[in-house]
Protein backbone atom coordinates (compact mmCIF):
# COMPACT_ATOMS: atom_id res chain seq x y z
CA UNK A 1 0.00 0.00 0.00
CA UNK A 2 0.97 3.52 -0.93
CA UNK A 3 -0.23 6.67 0.81
CA UNK A 4 -0.07 10.12 -0.44
CA UNK A 5 -2.57 13.28 -0.02
CA UNK A 6 -3.35 16.17 -1.71
CA UNK A 7 -3.16 19.97 -0.25
CA UNK A 8 -6.10 22.54 -1.75
CA UNK A 9 -6.09 25.85 -0.62
CA UNK A 10 -9.19 27.85 -0.77
CA UNK A 11 -9.53 31.32 0.40
CA UNK A 12 -8.62 30.97 4.14
CA UNK A 13 -8.78 27.68 4.55
CA UNK A 14 -7.13 24.60 3.53
CA UNK A 15 -8.75 20.83 3.01
CA UNK A 16 -6.30 17.83 2.92
CA UNK A 17 -7.42 14.80 0.19
CA UNK A 18 -5.99 11.44 1.36
CA UNK A 19 -5.49 8.81 -1.38
CA UNK A 20 -4.02 4.93 -0.44
CA UNK A 21 -2.96 2.76 -3.61
CA UNK A 22 -3.67 -1.13 -2.37
CA UNK A 23 -1.35 -3.53 -4.47
CA UNK A 24 -2.82 -7.11 -5.09
CA UNK A 25 -1.87 -10.09 -5.22
CA UNK A 26 -1.90 -10.37 -9.09
CA UNK A 27 0.25 -7.51 -8.91
CA UNK A 28 -2.70 -4.88 -9.97
CA UNK A 29 -3.01 -1.92 -8.20
CA UNK A 30 -6.02 0.17 -7.11
CA UNK A 31 -6.26 4.63 -5.38
CA UNK A 32 -8.57 5.08 -3.36
CA UNK A 33 -10.00 8.10 -1.57
CA UNK A 34 -10.13 7.62 2.33
CA UNK A 35 -10.70 9.49 5.77
CA UNK A 36 -7.60 11.29 7.27
CA UNK A 37 -8.63 8.88 10.02
CA UNK A 38 -8.80 6.22 8.40
CA UNK A 39 -5.46 7.01 6.53
CA UNK A 40 -3.78 7.19 9.87
CA UNK A 41 -4.51 4.03 10.75
CA UNK A 42 -2.98 2.31 7.14
CA UNK A 43 0.90 1.72 6.83
CA UNK A 44 2.77 0.86 4.30
CA UNK A 45 3.09 -2.90 3.65
CA UNK A 46 0.19 -3.69 5.45
CA UNK A 47 -1.44 -7.11 4.52
CA UNK A 48 -5.23 -8.02 4.56
CA UNK A 49 -8.53 -8.16 3.07
CA UNK A 50 -9.45 -4.79 1.34
CA UNK A 51 -13.18 -4.19 0.96
CA UNK A 52 -14.64 -1.91 -1.87
CA UNK A 53 -17.09 -1.11 -4.52
CA UNK A 54 -16.17 0.19 -7.53
CA UNK A 55 -13.68 2.80 -7.11
CA UNK A 56 -15.55 3.49 -3.25
CA UNK A 57 -13.08 2.28 -0.31
CA UNK A 58 -15.20 0.37 2.57
CA UNK A 59 -13.08 -1.05 4.62
CA UNK A 60 -9.12 -2.46 5.22
CA UNK A 61 -8.83 -5.71 7.75
CA UNK A 62 -5.27 -6.32 8.36
CA UNK A 63 -4.38 -10.20 8.52
CA UNK A 64 -2.88 -10.85 12.05
CA UNK A 65 0.24 -10.96 12.89
CA UNK A 66 1.78 -14.33 14.99
CA UNK A 67 3.82 -12.62 17.99
CA UNK A 68 6.24 -14.16 20.10
CA UNK A 69 4.51 -16.74 22.66
CA UNK A 70 2.14 -17.67 20.16
CA UNK A 71 0.15 -14.52 20.65
CA UNK A 72 -2.16 -12.72 18.05
CA UNK A 73 -2.17 -9.42 17.01
CA UNK A 74 -4.26 -7.37 15.18
CA UNK A 75 -2.44 -4.55 15.07
CA UNK A 76 -5.55 -2.05 15.25
CA UNK A 77 -4.34 1.58 17.49
CA UNK A 78 -6.36 3.33 19.56
Same mark, same amino acid.
Given at each position: ?? +???? +???? $?????? $????????? $? =?? #???? +???? %?? &? =???????? =???????? #? &????? #??????? =???? &???? &? %?
Amino acid at each position: MH +HHDN +HHHH $SSSAHT $SYYVTFEFE $S =GD #RSEF +HVAG %KE &Y =GLLSEDDN =GVLSFQGT #R &YLGFE #RNKVSIS =GGEE &YQGD &Y %K
